[in-house]
């Protein structure tokens, strides 16, 4: 049938159909720029591309007023859409063989892609390597690869790993967390703890051990096959964490979250009122340590993997919408427990679906900036 004998309705509903692809096609050209900007552009430090759709619906001319709830929802779940591609490449998984390609490269190790890669998990078999360059300790220029490893190596076996007076405590801590742990090695990893954490402490005279040490260096001792390299990455992330404390202290950090939590979650912030739990106890280790004694072993590198995917180490920054987010997902969970047994659920948390909460704290992070872009512009 033609489309001039069409009914009238018919032919305005293919017209409509028509005009909704070209704007289809707008938008996938549009959002593709986006993303290839905020992909290899350094100055964004890993924020996600916003959502086109976010736009181009507060621009079209044939929108209608909504209340400003309604378009907050809208807003969210279009974004959690956009995210959805991420969820997709997990479950098809980038493979082992695509990893080794980029780590095998002759000249030049390609960060980028590592960090696209890895932002959706690493695999075990590769996690340690592909760390290494993540966090720069291992350079993307191959060319004095076997040196700087060298290098690496005999500054760590020159290191003081010599029994201190902070030997004692650690061991009882590796034992205690191993137990909790239950993860199997063939290496000696009792011995790999003791000796990362002791020349870390005699290296960095000024700083003294805490238990916490050991939940923050397991996720290198056990993805890290030489021992001289998961001391570097250790001792990064420590450098990274006091230099983030230094600009603001925890007390601040914890502050701004309990402020955080009461905006997005006001009725969970509410029930730990009504319950007296000491949200601000637990947000305090969550915050300073990463969720590193509270998460899994296996969770806490899932974890890591995106975090360390993000460039200038911007997940520092990320870290307390991921906490918030993990507060919003535990929530049914938490209103059918009796004080003690939420504050046992807070400090060992179960198994968790990471890429289901790094999504969600993507999205409660959109959601918070663009409360502020709306204050803003008032």
């Known amino acids: 049938m033609l489309l001039s004998s069409l009914p009238p309705s018919t032919e305005q509903q293919q017209q409509q159909q028509q005009h909704q692809h070209q704007q289809h096609q707008r938008t996938q050209t549009s959002q593709?720029?986006?993303?290839?900007?905020?992909?290899?552009?350094?100055?964004?430090?890993?924020?996600?591309?916003?959502?086109?759709?976010?736009?181009?619906?507060?621009?079209?001319?044939?929108?209608?007023?909504?209340?400003?709830?309604?378009?907050?929802?809208?807003?969210?779940?279009?974004?959690?859409?956009h995210h959805g591609r991420h969820e997709k490449a997990v479950e098809s998984g980038i493979t082992i063989e695509e990893y080794?390609?980029?780590?095998?490269?002759?000249?030049?190790?390609?960060?980028?892609?590592?960090?696209?890669?890895?932002?959706?998990?690493?695999?075990?078999?590769?996690?340690?390597?592909?760390?290494l360059y993540l966090l720069g300790i291992k350079d993307a220029d191959r060319s004095n690869e076997v040196s700087s490893q060298k290098q690496r190596t005999q500054d760590f076996e020159q290191m003081d790993k010599d029994p201190n007076e902070s030997t004692k405590r650690v061991r009882g801590e590796v034992s205690r967390y191993l137990?909790?742990?239950?993860?199997e090695s063939s290496r000696d990893i009792p011995r790999?703890?003791?000796?990362?954490?002791?020349?870390?402490?005699?290296?960095?005279?000024?700083?003294?051990?805490?238990?916490?040490?050991v939940n923050l260096s397991a996720p290198f001792v056990y993805s890290i096959k030489r021992e001289a390299?998961?001391?570097?990455?250790?001792?990064?992330?420590?450098?990274?964490?006091?230099?983030?404390?230094?600009?603001?202290?925890?007390?601040?950090?914890?502050?701004?979250?309990?402020?955080?939590?009461h905006a997005c979650l006001p009725d969970l912030y509410s029930f730990f009122e009504e319950e007296e739990v000491d949200i601000k106890e637990w947000a305090a280790s969550a915050?300073?340590?990463?969720?590193?004694?509270?998460?899994?072993?296996?969770?806490?590198?899932?974890?890591?993997?995106?975090?360390?995917?993000?460039?200038?180490?911007?997940?520092?920054?990320?870290?307390?919408?991921?906490?918030l987010a993990i507060l919003k997902h535990l929530k049914d969970a938490f209103e059918d427990l009796e004080q003690s047994e939420i504050r046992t659920m807070l400090m060992r948390l179960?198994?968790?679906?990471?890429?289901?909460?790094?999504?969600?704290?993507?999205?409660?992070?959109?959601?918070?900036?663009?409360?502020?872009?709306?204050?803003e512009g008032l």
């Open 32 to 81: 593709q720029y986006l993303n290839h900007h905020y992909h290899n552009n350094p100055t964004v430090r890993g924020l996600s591309p916003p959502n086109i759709n976010l736009i181009s619906t507060s621009n079209s001319s044939s929108s209608s007023t909504v209340n400003s709830s309604s378009t907050s929802t809208s807003s969210i779940r279009r974004f959690h859409q």
């Open 100 to 131: 080794e390609d980029v780590l095998n490269s002759e000249v030049w190790v390609e960060i980028p892609k590592l960090r696209e890669y890895a932002r959706h998990g690493i695999p075990k078999q590769v996690r340690g390597e592909v760390w």
């Open 179 to 183: 137990r909790r742990t239950q993860i």
């Open 192 to 213: 790999l703890f003791e000796e990362v954490i002791s020349a870390y402490c005699n290296h960095n005279r000024q700083v003294d051990y805490y238990p916490a040490m």
């Open 229 to 261: 390299d998961a001391y570097h990455c250790f001792e990064r992330m420590l450098n990274m964490l006091d230099e983030h404390f230094s600009d603001e202290s925890i007390n601040e950090a914890v502050a701004r979250f309990m402020t955080l939590l």
């Open 287 to 323: 915050l300073q340590f990463f969720l590193s004694r509270e998460l899994t072993l296996e969770n806490t590198m899932r974890l890591w993997d995106t975090y360390f995917a993000i460039p200038n180490a911007g997940w520092i920054e990320f870290h307390v919408f991921f906490c």
């Open 350 to 375: 179960p198994t968790l679906d990471m890429d289901q909460i790094i999504n969600e704290a993507f999205n409660i992070r959109h959601e918070i900036l663009q409360r502020q872009i709306s204050d």
